[in-house]
């Protein structure tokens, strides 16, 4: 059974630091991994989405990696903001199915 | 494009009432939608798939009788939650899906609080 496992659970950070999230998952047989932000009490904004040949993905300040034979993603993002402040939520698609399983997330709180 | 709307955003009522949510995908076809509940500090968790004009199938723990989908279009599914009780407080999410092994769109979720 696939399980995704996001840490740190929560992370605060001041304003202009690069930071970096890291998700994993226990079965390599992805079909993608996806990158989500949500802010309290709203819906998922999609941030990055890596398929399974990929390595890597990139828009604006935000790098997301997939090292799918170790089952492990990180989500980089570089000059953070208070802006960037929210839970960012990590997600695999199992190959065959299209059941998305997500991780707990990560709240990110950016300090001013 | 690819925008799923979720009605209502919020809804507070007393316990022992019904409750439905609304799904729609506006401009796009959903053959599948999916829904998702989320308890503070805890994963999304998929609670059941539905497809266009047949039943939907439930995850695990979620019991059909209290939770009850209909995607009756392409265009709508509706969850509504049967005799709610202060334990089914939680955020309801769904998400859209044009085909099979295409993205799942989601809306912008559902506060449900049961008093």
């Known amino acids: 059974k696939q399980e995704v496992t996001q840490i740190p659970a929560a992370l605060s950070v001041p304003e202009g630091e690069n930071l970096v999230l890291n998700c994993s998952f226990t079965?390599?047989?992805?079909?993608?991994l996806q990158w989500f932000r949500q802010d309290p009490g709203k819906g998922l904004t999609s941030l990055l989405l890596i398929q399974s040949s990929q390595r890597e993905q990139t828009s604006g300040r935000l790098n997301a990696s997939l090292d799918k034979s170790s089952g492990r993603s990180t989500l980089y993002i570089a000059a953070s903001q208070p802006g960037d402040s929210a839970t960012y939520l990590c997600?695999?698609?199992?190959?065959?199915?299209?059941?998305?399983?997500f991780g707990k997330g990560t709240r990110l709180h950016i300090l001013p | 494009g690819a925008v799923v709307s979720q009605h209502p955003s919020r809804v507070i009522c007393k316990s022992g009432t019904s409750v439905k949510i609304e799904c729609r995908s506006l401009?796009?076809?959903?053959?599948?939608m999916f829904w998702y509940r989320q308890f503070p500090k805890q994963s999304l968790m998929l609670m059941a798939t539905?497809?266009?004009?047949?039943?939907?199938?439930?995850e695990q723990g979620v019991e059909k009788d209290k939770f009850l989908i209909n995607h009756a279009s392409l265009t709508l599914s509706t969850l509504t939650v049967t005799s709610a009780h202060p334990e089914d407080s939680s955020f309801y999410i769904c998400?859209?899906?044009?085909?099979?092994?295409?993205?799942?769109?989601f809306g912008d979720g559902t506060r449900l609080s049961i008093l």
């Open positions: 998400s859209a899906q044009s085909g099979v092994g295409q993205p799942q769109h």
């Open positions: 401009d796009f076809q959903a053959t599948t």
């Open positions: 079965d390599s047989a992805i079909y993608n």
């Open positions: 997600a695999v698609r199992p190959i065959r199915d299209d059941k998305i399983i």
């Open positions: 539905s497809n266009e004009g047949s039943k939907a199938t439930y």
